[in-house]
């Protein structure tokens, strides 16, 4: 089955600069890839979300990178907030089936100075 | 809509008693899933239903944990007996599983929190 490893386990960035989150995962069927940020004490909510026809995604100071080769994807959080402090989880999807399951990264704990 | 809706949202028991957790999926999915958090763990994934019939449980810890979506309405977790390791984050959540509309974005509820003691 599925696995995806996320990598780091926490990341902590001045607050401006960029934060780099990275997966890694195993199926190579996967098709789609979807990040989650969870505050404190909260649920999990899709931030984006990135297919494989596709290499690259944005909307507005966040990324997703795509290297299906090399099965890997990325975020990119650019000019970092301290509200982007957060659990972020990244995911893998074999997509288009209805009764396809979504297997979570182990998340980054994300924490930025001021 | 009101998005998924789990119940409870805090539970606190004694090992061993018989534990509950309620999903109401929104309103039109058709995939349902189980998900449990734990800081050690991160979030596991239980058991998941298409249409109401069970896909995938091989993430059901062991026999002690079992799940119904008796209807496209309504789910059950049950744990019996508990344990105090069980604890965590028990999250439900669904998914519309048209390819051609939002794909496979995933909803969570916001959770139950169950803690044994």
């Known amino acids: 089955g599925e696995n995806v490893e996320q990598h780091p386990s926490t990341l902590s960035v001045q607050e401006g600069d960029s934060a780099v989150i990275k997966c890694t995962y195993s199926?190579?069927?996967?098709?789609?890839f979807p990040w989650y940020k969870q505050e404190l004490g909260k649920r999990p909510q899709l931030i984006i979300d990135?297919?494989?026809?596709?290499g690259e995604k944005k909307d507005q100071r966040i990324a997703v990178t795509l290297n299906k080769t090399a099965k890997h994807f990325s975020l990119h959080i650019t000019e970092t907030q301290p509200e982007d402090s957060a659990v972020y989880f990244c995911?893998?999807?074999?997509?288009?089936?209805?009764?396809?399951?979504?297997?979570f990264g182990s998340g980054t704990r994300l924490s930025i100075r001021p | 809509d009101a998005g998924v809706i789990q119940s409870p949202r805090h539970e606190v028991t004694e090992m061993g008693q018989e534990v509950t957790l309620r999903c109401k999926p929104i309103?039109?999915?058709?995939?349902l899933f189980w998900y449990r958090q734990t800081m050690m763990r991160g979030l596991e994934l239980l058991i998941y239903?298409?249409?109401?019939?069970?896909?995938?449980d091989s993430g059901m810890p062991e026999d002690r944990f079992s799940a119904k979506m008796p209807n496209a309405s309504f789910s059950t977790l049950k744990i019996q007996p508990s344990e105090p390791r069980d604890s965590a984050v028990y999250f439900c959540?669904?998914?519309?599983?048209?390819?051609?509309?939002?794909?496979?974005?995933?909803?969570f509820g916001e959770g139950s929190w169950l803690t044994v003691v």
């Open positions: 199926d190579s069927a996967s098709n789609y």
């Open positions: 239903f298409n249409n109401n019939v069970p896909i995938d």
């Open positions: 995911a893998a999807s074999t997509g288009y089936s209805s009764a396809s399951k979504i297997i």
């Open positions: 990135i297919r494989s026809n596709v």
């Open positions: 309103s039109g999915h058709n995939s």
């Open positions: 959540a669904s998914t519309p599983g048209h390819p051609l509309s939002s794909g496979n974005t995933i909803y």
